[in-house]
Every structure is written in C-alpha cells, then in structure tokens.
C-alpha cells in the first residue's frame, strides 16, 4: 500500500513519441498508468520498454485493494480497459525468527514470524547484508520453503558470501542478516517497500528490529574427544 513498486504492463502498441514535422504544432505524447483505485483513480508517468512492455511506479493508497491498470498513449486522454489488475497489499513485518544464527554457508531452516505475508509462489524471504570494506551492501532473496499462516514462513538461510565475512573471535560471528519478507519475489519488501538491491538498515518505526536479524557464525569443527572410548552403558565424563 505504500506504493513504490516498479511494474512491467505486458499488451501491445504502446508508443511515446515527440509528434510529427508535418504538424503545425510538435506535440509530445507520453505514456501514463491509471490505477483504479478506492476512492479515486490514481495516473502516473509510464516509461515504454517496447512496443509490447511499459514500466510504471505504483502509487501510494490508504487501504489494501484491487485495481485495475489501464495504460494511455496520448497523455492520459484515452485508456484502455482490458480487465488487467494489480493487487495492493498491506507491507510485510518480520517480529521475530528462530533459530536467531547459523553457519555462514547456509542451508539452516530459519522460522520467520511476523504480519501480514500472503501465500503465492511470490512469496519471499529476503537476507539483507550490510556492507564491508570489501564490499556492497546486499540481499539475497530465497524462496519460502513452508507457508505456515500470514504470521509464520520457513525459510533456509543463503550462504554469507566471504567478501562480507567479519570474524569475531570471542563470540565466532563473522556477519548478520536483517530477515525481511516479500510478497511479491523480492521486488519489494518492508514498511518502506525497500527494493532488493538497496539495504541493510536498523531500526523503521519499530517495524524492523534486533529480533529481526539472523547472525552467521564460523563453522563448528570437531578436531577430538577425550576420552575416547568408555561404557556401553554411557555415564563417561
């Protein structure tokens, strides 16, 4: 519902042009996006792609809903009305996951606990990593593994890629993730519909917060055991 999502309108003979010499005036025709929405319809610019794809920012709206997307060639004086929707959805909000670490080369199951997820095959957990001196911050999107309820997803952690590794030697943590959840793939997430590729942040008005990261620590080696042998019937110390 905050608006801010980048949408790809698939149809055919979208055009932008500057108008033409035989013309007595150069009039310039751009291409615009009317979403349907409650209470009103909202148009914003759209940038064409192809003659077959145009690209348009969603609008903010006070309420989760459905709308139809209509798109204009001239300026927003005619529209077509193909039935095409777009969803709003209420932004997501990660509260807690468990368990709260893992290994830096991934593959733990995470339980994500929050508001406001709704299943589809869209349906996303997103690790978003700081960045180092080595490198840029990141954040890598991973499909949900198990869909609980709009308050509960699984997902497996991703692997902490070493450019992004720092190691702490008393506690055996080298980097942490804030956990986010995505309803639609990753193209936006959170309170503020961060795109994938922006950040990793702190704290957005209490919706993002500490019970929200995953720490990656070292991996765990096992170099011996003493003793070695001892009673079929345990109890050895």
């Not at 751009?30 to 909202?42: D, G, M």
Request: charge should be negative; hydrophobic fraction near 40%.
């Amino acid at each position: 519902v905050h608006g801010g999502t980048n949408v790809t309108v698939t149809g055919a003979y979208f055009t932008s042009s500057s108008g033409s010499s035989s013309m007595s005036m150069s009039m310039s025709m751009s291409v615009s996006c009317k979403f349907r929405t409650v209470p009103a319809a909202i148009v914003v610019e759209g940038l064409v792609l192809s003659q077959s794809q145009i690209t348009c920012v969603t609008p903010g709206v006070d309420h989760a809903q459905l709308a139809a997307v209509d798109v204009s060639n001239n300026n927003g004086r005619d529209f077509t009305n193909d039935g095409v929707t777009f969803r709003f959805l209420a932004a997501t909000n990660v509260t807690a996951v468990w368990p709260s670490r893992g290994p830096w080369a991934g593959g733990s199951l995470v339980t994500v606990t929050g508001n406001e997820f709704v299943w589809s095959e869209q349906l996303a957990c997103v690790f978003a990593v700081n960045g180092t001196a080595a490198a840029a911050a990141t954040a890598t999107v991973v499909p949900v593994s198990r869909f609980v309820s709009a308050q509960r997803v699984e997902c497996v952690s991703p692997m902490l890629a070493a450019e992004l590794q720092t190691l702490d030697a008393a506690t055996a943590l080298v980097g942490k993730a804030r956990v986010h959840v995505s309803n639609n793939g990753g193209a936006d997430y959170g309170s503020s519909n961060r795109t994938a590729a922006a950040y990793y942040t702190s704290n957005d008005n209490n919706n993002e917060n500490d019970n929200a990261l995953f720490w990656y620590t070292a991996t765990a080696q096992v170099v011996g055991v003493s003793p070695a042998r001892g009673s079929e019937f345990g109890g050895t110390l």
